[in-house]
Nanobody, 112 residues
Framework: VQLQASGGGLVQAGGSLMLSCAAS????????MGWFRQSPGKERELVAG??????KYHDSVKGRFTISRDNAKNTVYLQMNNLKPGDTAIYYC????????WGQGTQVTVSS
């Protein structure tokens, strides 16, 4: 199973980006799917996740980011609005069954 993330880039503060992460391979459905991020000198942190119809968000992105998933396509999305310079990081998608899978990371840079 491989996760392919896309959609990162450079955007000005207040702008928007949508990240996508598509899974390929022998998949029978994921439990948890989500997005983590890591910036230099900081630990990787959960940004948003979804499982069993429920979602959870890091406090810093509540009201600005929305996670969604298409189970038929084994794809998870992250709509990011009102981006701030503090959101600058490498974003990694994640999915699990009885195993854990990580995408390759996509850079998001927000300029002030």
């Amino acid at each position: 199973v491989q996760l392919q993330a896309s959609g990162g880039g450079l955007v000005q503060a207040g702008g928007s980006l949508m990240l996508s992460c598509a899974a390929s391979g022998r998949i029978f459905g994921f439990n948890f799917m989500g997005w983590f991020r890591q910036s230099p000198g900081k630990e990787r942190e959960l940004v948003a996740g979804t499982a069993g119809g429920e979602t959870k968000y890091h406090d810093s992105v509540k009201g600005r980011f929305t996670i969604s998933r298409d189970n038929a396509k084994n794809t998870v999305y992250l709509q990011m609005n009102n981006l701030k310079p503090g959101d600058t990081a490498i974003y990694y998608c994640y999915a699990d069954t009885i195993k854990r899978y990580w995408g390759q990371g996509t850079q998001v840079t927000v300029s002030s």
